[in-house]
């Protein structure tokens, strides 16, 4: 098979914008401009959401949902800092907690008191904790990151990890990996077609994303001294064949969390928006509504 060089993938966001009917926007935050998307426009009866895309990916990860969300809703989806069409700095500092008060500033001036998130990943970790100094009505997180595998983890304890070697492509061979391997672990159609437009992207991305991948492992659990009893409503997706976060990553939700809506998606891996995208936006809709006041 060719491997394709030419880096189609400018085009093809375009072209996704516009079909969606989303305004692409930016703005300057810590030192970094931030792109974004936005359709719709904040009001008292209407609810805003931000959607929080994880590692190595981007705001366009949430096409499929905006396809499926109400129309009227105000939703938010930026390219975090680092990531997409948003700045990298080499002199940054990319943790979550730091990227957290990133999306505070930004979110800072929102004219809403019906504020929603939903993160994926490493966005979902990145929710975690904004669920704690936002506050909002409601938290969705999709197989999230700095969550740990076991109920007794020391959430501060040294944290080492070996998914650099499939979350971060060194080569063709590695994308191909990378994009077979995030949702069930089998080669697909879908997959192969996404490595071989986002390839030339991701590989110009090695250095930012080694960078990124530490400062995350930095403080890898984080995001999880951020929940608890007193979290907004909460709702956890995932997918039970998920080999970047294992399914397993639920159970501590059952005690640190006793009252998050859980919703485990079978045949899925670690990317239900993409993967299952009318299930996962159907229950995420209807949470939404329960909590929109």
Sequence with gaps: MRIPTANLWPAARVGQRLLLQARRRDTLIDGHKLVYLERGKPGPDRPTLVLIHGFAAMKENWGLWLQRLPRHWHL?????????????????????ETQAQRLEQWLADLDSDNLHLAGSSMGGAIAAVLAHTLAPRSVTLLNSAGIPEHEQVDLRAPFQS???????????????RMFNSVGTGQPTMSGLAMAGLLGP??????????HIFRDML???LAPARYLGPDTPPLQVQWGDRDVITPSRCVNWFHTATPQA????????????????????????ERFIRRHEG
Aim: charged share 35%; proline share 8%; with cysteine.
């Design 218 to 220: 930095a403080d890898a």
């Design 76 to 96: 938010l989806v930026p390219d975090l800092p680092g990531f997409g069409e948003s700045d990298y700095r080499p002199d940054a500092c990319y943790r979550y």
């Design 261 to 284: 809506e859980i919703h485990m998606f079978r045949g899925v891996g670690h990317l239900p928006m993409l993967e299952t995208p009318r299930r996962s936006a159907a229950v995420l």
């Design 162 to 176: 070996d998914r650099d070697e499939l979350l971060i492509p060194r080569d063709w061979k590695g994308v191909y």
């Design 201 to 210: 992207d991701l590989l110009g991305r090695r250095d930012a994303l080694e």
